[in-house]
C-alpha cells in the first residue's frame, strides 16, 4: 500500500488554489468540499479520496491524476501512459478499432523499452493483425 505523503499534497494543492487566485472558500464551494476540511487537506491534516481529489483537480481544471501523483495513489510513470491512453481513446477523429490497435502498438513498445504497461496481455501484433497496412490508412 502507498502511504500518503498529504503534506506535500496540500502545499501543491494551495500552491494550485493560489495561482488559480481563488480562495480556501471559493476552491471549497467548486469541489462541494466544507471550507474545515480543505484547510485541513492543505495543513495535511486529513488525507482525502481520490473521489475528493478528482474534485478539486476539476475545480482548478487540473488533471486528477496530477493530484493521485502528489498524494502518492500514483506512479509518476503510471501517470503519464494512463494520459496517453486518454488522450488516444478521446480522439474523435480515429475509430474504436485503430484506437484499440494504437494502444496495442503503445504498449508493445513500452514492453520492448522494458516498461510495464497497465495490461500486460499484450499479444504479438502480427498475429493478430497481420501486417498491418491497412491499419491507419483512413478509406477515401
Known sequence: MASLNVGNLGGFLREQRRSAQLSLRQLADAAGVSNPYLSQIERGLRKPSAEILQQLAKALRISAETLYVQAGIL???????????SVILADPSINERQKQVLLQIYESFRKENGLQTASDDTSDLSDTFGTGADVATPSN
Open 75 to 85: 506512479d509518476e510513470r503510471d501517470r503519464e501512459e494512463t494520459e496517453v491512453r
